[in-house]
Antibody, heavy 121, light 109 residues
Framework: QVQLVQSGGGVVQPGRSLRLSCAASGFTFSGYAMHWVRQAPGKGLEWVAFISYDGGDKDYADSVKGRFTISRDNSKNKIYLQMNSLRLEDTAVYFC??????????????WGQGTLVSVSS | SYVLTQPPSVSGAPGQTVRITCGGNNIGGQPVHWYQKKPGQAPVLVVYDVFARPSGIPERFSGSSSGNTATLTISRVEDGDEADYFCQVWESSRNHQGVFGGGTKLSVL
């Protein structure tokens, strides 16, 4: 069965960096796009970043563009989210998600367990 | 950027039918997806491509879309359906970005 197991996260000061990881199993990892989605405390879901199946295409939410970098290692079945210049408003539970494509649209059929990133001075 | 609008809350007694709407400009012309989110848990896909259900999701969950409104309908509501529900589309006109609605809290009375 599909499993997405996340690691990383924690408490970090504003302006510092943090890296999240997501290890995938149970499917042909190199054949699927992957995404990061977050949920700030008491708020809704916010899509953060996308990486294509081969890593050749990436896209980011405007709120993180230029600060966050998504990457993947298909030999290790992992994706990463490098978060630099963290801000208080980046505090959230971060989820990795497996993307499925329909026409011009992506949706997310399996999710990691979530990991809390808390930006605090 | 594209905006999806959901009511903050809906409620219904067990056994009733509840409908959660998701408003967006011409949303009826694109695939819409719905997620159930319970506190402390990962989201669960309940409807994709407007009205398709993943395996394991009860037939009580159904979707529809037309014009500027998409709707998630939950028939014969159960206590276990109490959760937040989010609609989602993929914006590919300007750049490629996922867009979620603000979420609707379903309370089972």
């Amino acid at each position: 069965q599909v499993q997405l197991v996340q690691s990383g996260g924690g408490v970090v000061q504003p302006g510092r960096s943090l890296r999240l990881s997501c290890a995938a199993s149970g499917f042909t990892f190199s054949g699927y796009a992957m995404h990061w989605v977050r949920q700030a405390p008491g708020k809704g879901l916010e899509w953060v970043a996308f990486i294509s199946y081969d890593g050749g295409d990436k896209d980011y939410a405007d709120s993180v563009k230029g600060r966050f970098t998504i990457s993947r290692d298909n030999s290790k079945n992992k994706i990463y989210l490098q978060m630099n210049s963290l801000r208080l408003e980046d505090t959230a539970v971060y989820f990795c998600a497996k993307g499925l494509r329909y026409s011009d649209s992506f949706y997310f059929d399996h999710w990691g367990q979530g990991t809390l990133v808390s930006v605090s001075s | 950027s594209y905006v999806l609008t959901q009511p903050p809350s809906v409620s219904g007694a067990p056994g009733q039918t509840v409908r959660i709407t998701c408003g967006g400009n011409n949303i009826g012309g694109q695939p819409v997806h719905w997620y159930q989110k319970k506190p402390g848990q990962a989201p669960v896909l309940v409807v994709y491509d407007v009205f398709a259900r993943p395996s394991g999701i009860p037939e009580r969950f159904s979707g529809s879309s037309s014009g500027n409104t998409a709707t998630l309908t939950i028939s014969r509501v159960e206590d276990g359906d109490e959760a937040d529900y989010f609609c989602q589309v993929w914006e590919s006109s300007r750049n490629h970005q996922g867009v979620f609605g603000g979420g609707t809290k379903l309370s089972v009375l």
